[in-house]
């Protein structure tokens, strides 16, 4: 081929390939991806650490309503292991009671409930009797009063149907007789004649059916409103105050009950059930708004000179100091009261308080200082006295507290009790208490009656969890609190909680030389696993808010017997009850 030709076609091919190339459309320049963004996670709802109280609460309403009695224990049984095992609360003792009173004071006694009587009582050569029980009240209106000396005081300005005598045994008070239907469903009261309040005025059965009425009622705001649950139309208070099934006619009050109800005559010989002055209550200042809603349902009984029933009246109330009641002159059995006065030192102080009767003061108190009570029970010091009491002291948990937040409610419930399980309560009895006080491996306290005849902590009648009459033992038992606490998401280091995983809270207790030698126990006790644990002192009335409120994570509590029958243990822990401090169920 012609070298020229040959070079000619070759050019013509090159161009009409660049030509081609040049002409070919550009794939669009991608823009770089913008990273496809995972949809957010829904929110999950947050761990509520809080047992599920529906089931205690039915069993509670079982126990309440059942004819049954043998099964009644059982079921009794039952709810005290649903309340052990979310370790919300934590024994520590069973409760005696020590208290100091001189030669010179004859007739006072008191009852395993911890109520001391006064209206019995003499003192040689002085018609006062100078004492102390506690520091400033919380309340006086017996509806509202939850405390045991609470309780001393109302007995003193108030009375039930029933009482109780020197012996500990009930006995007809403003009640003449009583008859009770064949099935043990309807009590009818026959009231004794010509009762009178403190101003003179009757006092009639009309009395009694506005009063339990009133502290049925949920505005009003009694702690113990449940303890009327046994009576028939309680569940329909909320709808109609006026449910609940008592009737005056005359000089008689008729109760009709759900079921037949073992400790009966026991609630009418307690607070709640004592009878208060409808035009007294009603009249004071601060007891409704501008709206008719109640404000204050005690309000009638916050200083001294309030309209009351019982031996004693209350003359003078000089706040956080002193009260001075005297002799009522219309008390149906003023003829045998044969005290003019009784002085009350209001003090938690008991430093203070011994020092006073020691420099005879006081011919009563009721505390004495920890370091003091070695040498009285060395050297067998007559005005010592210590008592039966029937009742538990403990600590209780806030299970609504920020201590347990991310945790499940079995999570929580191991927390709760690894801390009971490092407990040495046979040190806090021996060192601390001193008394003869038995270390608390339950809730319910020994001796306390099955109301079927027997004794609820009959180790041979029923299989206990952790031991023969109770959930815990009586010494630390820290590998266990251990493996509690790990199950719970801790982690540990040579035995002690690791820094990932710490521990710390607040514990809360009143004034007392004996509460604050507990606290330090437990917070050494606490501390061998690396807890940390500070203690915050309050005064009395404070702290009773604090724990009703739910302000607390873990706070000293107590708990002396209504009556003699496990319910009285058991219904305090239902939801709507006044005296849950552990917030269950809310």
Not at 216 to 234: R, V
Request: hydrophobic letters at 40%; a negative charge; aromatic letters at 12%.
């Amino acid at each position: 081929m012609n070298f020229k030709k040959t070079f000619a076609l070759l050019l013509a091919l090159i161009m009409i390939v660049a030509l081609a190339v040049s002409c070919t459309p550009k794939e669009p320049v991608k823009e770089p991806e913008t990273p496809t963004q995972k949809p957010e996670a829904p929110e999950q709802e947050p761990v509520d650490p809080r047992p599920d109280w529906s089931e205690y609460d039915r069993l509670i309403s079982e126990i309440k309503s059942t004819t049954d009695f043998a099964n009644r224990v059982t079921l009794m049984h039952q709810a005290e292991d649903i309340l052990m095992d979310t370790g919300a609360v934590m024994p520590i003792y069973y409760y005696n009671d020590s208290y100091m009173m001189r030669s010179t004071v004859q007739g006072m006694y008191a009852n395993v409930f911890g109520t001391k009587f006064f209206d019995k009582a003499t003192v040689e050569g002085s018609d006062t009797l100078r004492l102390q029980l506690a520091s400033e009240p919380d309340r006086l209106d017996p509806a509202l009063n939850s405390s045991v000396d609470g309780a001393c005081l109302a007995a003193a300005s108030f009375g039930g149907l029933y009482t109780y005598d020197e012996q500990g045994q009930l006995v007809p008070n403003f009640a003449e007789s009583y008859t009770v239907s064949e099935d043990g469903l309807t009590y009818v009261f026959t009231l004794k004649e010509g009762l009178k309040w403190s101003d003179g005025s009757p006092l009639t059965a009309a009395d009694f059916e506005y009063s339990w009425k009133r502290a049925a009622n949920t505005e009003t705001g009694a702690d113990y409103a449940y303890m009327f649950s046994g009576i028939a139309g309680y569940d329909k208070v909320g709808e109609d105050p006026e449910a609940l099934e008592v009737k005056a006619e005359g000089n008689t009050l008729t109760v009709n009950l759900i079921a037949p109800c073992a400790y009966m005559l026991d609630l009418m010989a307690f607070p709640t059930f004592f009878a208060v002055p409808q035009a007294a209550v009603e009249s004071a200042a601060g007891y409704k708004d501008a709206s008719g809603n109640i404000i204050d349902a005690g309000a009638w009984a916050l200083e001294a000179g309030f309209v009351c029933s019982g031996p004693y009246k209350l003359e003078s109330w000089t706040h956080e100091e002193s009260m001075v009641y005297v002799k009522n002159e219309n008390y149906w059995d003023a003829a045998n009261v044969k005290l003019e006065k009784l002085e009350f030192m209001l003090s938690a102080d008991d430093v203070a308080i011994y020092a006073a009767y020691r420099a005879g003061d006081l011919d009563f108190i009721d505390t004495v200082p920890n370091d003091e009570i070695k040498t009285l029970l060395e050297t067998n010091d007559p005005e010592f006295y210590t008592v039966d009491n029937l009742g538990t002291y403990y600590v209780c948990f806030n299970v609504k507290s920020p201590l347990f937040e991310g945790k499940t409610p079995e999570q929580a419930s191991a927390m709760r009790r690894a801390f009971s399980f490092l407990i040495d309560r046979e040190y806090i009895v021996e060192t601390v208490g001193q008394t003869g006080q038995v270390p608390a491996t339950s809730f319910l306290p020994k001796g306390m009656l099955d109301g079927n005849g027997g004794i609820f902590k009959d180790a041979n009648a029923w299989d206990y969890p952790n031991g023969s009459d109770g959930y815990v033992g009586t010494t630390p038992e820290v590998e266990t609190a251990i493996e509690l606490l790990e199950s719970a998401g801790f982690k540990f280091e040579n035995g002690v909680l690791s820094a990932e995983t710490p521990i710390s809270f607040e514990y809360i207790i009143n004034e007392s030389t004996g509460h604050v030698a507990i606290a330090e126990c437990i917070q050494q006790d606490l501390a061998v696993v690396g807890i940390n644990m500070t203690i915050k002192t309050l005064d009395w009335d404070t702290l009773l808010a604090e724990r009703k409120a739910g302000n607390y994570d873990i706070s000293r509590n107590g708990w002396i017997a209504d009556f003699n029958d496990p319910i009285n243990m058991l219904e305090m822990w239902i939801t709507d009850s006044g005296n849950n401090d552990c917030q269950f169920g809310r």
